[in-house]
């Protein structure tokens, strides 16, 4: 199989798939970058995901409100009602140190938040909460003893106590609606599930605001993991989305460059070359490297995730475009002439609409047609690195054999050379002279 032709069609489909995972992953970070896709995630994991109770939605409604909010983001448009914004987890994104980490009036949420100034904003929300209803609280306290005290020195021995006690005693009025009434307090902002959590984590740091803090903590971070995986699939359905939208304007049918390699030597030599020479050029691309963490788990790559302060968003927006506008230029455009990609013909039609109509019923008219841009599709969904690594593989593979066919090849050493005459001088005379033979 050594530099065969079955080899050299892997390697010049796996190269395929290699500049078009690039492309659509440079594309698909210029999304993210200027809508934000991964700090509206981020806000919709705490939001929604910790700090809100389950919807009660139906199905479809659900589908409606999600496709609305999305659409919405992408203009940054706030359409929160008062009673949304009003939330435990919306008043946390709209705190001083939360805004802080947004970048700009357009990029107004921000991508990452340290899990220490996650637990610093919601206890400081949380005794915002207490001072908002210390009045309630009290009177809630007084049915509970028999004491004469008055309401004024109740608040204010509430108003003086410790942050934990605060904390304790706003859960405990929370808890008083939830679990004896069944129904939340007026002007609430903390929800039944969220209650329950912060009520657990509170008992289990038996009553410590640092034990508390700390499970606050870890409760953040667990949630944070479980949005790395979200995300992680946001962005292989948004993958999926552009490869094929990629395929069907270039026109890469994946298995008519099948057949075209498998029969056109002069292509198949070609593009083997420009894939031998992308192992160097990509080799230290970050976009075809693995983000593994340090447990060995591969993670996406969150580019400017990690960042304390997200102002380079719109330089990240602009290299990835660039990189897409040099792919177009460069390996994709060779690439292109190589394999005869593309639209030549419109069906005799030269208007754009005629062109549009012309290319969508060739796509979903035949079913082969169709299948080879869902490869690519599929395949670039893969993402770069993994088809980097196979042909850095593949290349090596074929290398090897090469070397080793020339090796075979090779004139072989003469054994036996040819002998030069030799005299030989015995003297066997008793008089000195020599015997010549």
């Not at 608040?155 to 904390?167: A, G, V």
């Not at 094929?244 to 056109?264: H, Q, W």
């Not at 054994?415 to 005379?429: D, F, K, W, Y």
């Amino acid at each position: 199989m050594f530099n065969s032709p079955l080899l050299d069609i892997t390697i010049g489909l796996v190269f395929i798939f290699l500049i078009y995972s690039l492309l659509v992953t440079s594309i698909n970070e210029v999304i993210a970058s200027l809508f934000g896709l991964r700090a509206r995630m981020l806000k919709s994991a705490i939001v929604v995901g910790m700090l809100s109770n389950t919807s009660k939605d139906s199905r479809w409604k659900s589908l409606f409100k999600g496709i609305k909010g999305f659409f919405g983001g992408l203009v940054h448009h706030d359409d929160r009602s008062v009673e949304e914004k009003a939330k435990i987890g919306e008043k946390i994104f709209d705190h001083p140190l939360i805004k802080n980490y947004g970048s700009s009036r357009f990029f107004p949420l921000p991508s990452y938040i340290p899990t220490n100034n996650f637990s610093t904003v919601l206890i400081d929300v949380l005794l915002k909460e207490f001072n908002d209803k210390v009045e309630d609280i009290a009177r809630y306290k007084l049915t509970l003893t028999a004491d004469n005290e008055s309401l004024e020195n109740t608040i204010l021995n509430l108003r003086n106590s410790n942050n934990t006690i605060k904390i304790k005693e706003l859960l405990a009025y929370y808890g008083h609606h939830y679990a004896e009434k069944d129904a939340a307090p007026p002007l609430f902002i903390i929800d039944k599930e969220t209650w329950q959590i912060l009520q657990m984590h509170l008992q289990n740091s038996l009553y410590d605001i640092d034990q508390f803090v700390r499970k606050i903590e870890g409760w953040f971070d667990d949630s944070m993991d479980r949005v790395s995986g979200w995300y992680k699939r946001q962005s292989q359905l948004i993958l999926i989305i552009l490869g094929f939208m990629i395929a069907l304007i270039f026109n890469v049918d994946t298995l008519e460059i099948t057949g075209k390699l498998s029969t056109d030597k002069d292509a198949r030599d070609k593009l083997v070359q420009m894939a031998t020479q992308a192992v160097d050029q990509y080799k230290d691309d970050p976009r075809v490297k693995k983000m593994v963490t340090a447990d060995g788990v591969e993670v996406i790559d969150n580019s400017g995730e990690n960042k304390e302060i997200n102002n380079a968003i719109f330089k990240e927006y602009q290299a990835k475009s660039d990189s897409v506008k040099n792919l177009l230029k460069g390996d994709i455009n060779k690439t292109n002439e190589i394999i005869a990609a593309g639209w030549k013909t419109y069906g005799g039609k030269k208007s754009l609409t005629g062109k549009v109509g012309y290319v969508l019923k060739r796509t979903f008219t035949s079913p082969r047609k169709f299948l080879g841009f869902m490869i690519l599709a599929f395949a670039v969904s893969l993402g770069a690195p993994f088809w980097f690594d196979l042909l850095n593989k593949l290349v090596k593979l074929r290398n090897a054999g090469k070397k080793e066919e020339d090796k075979n090849n090779a004139t072989p050493s003469k054994i036996n050379p040819a002998q030069t005459p030799v005299t030989v001088n015995i003297n066997t005379q008793p008089n000195g002279e020599e015997a010549v033979g």
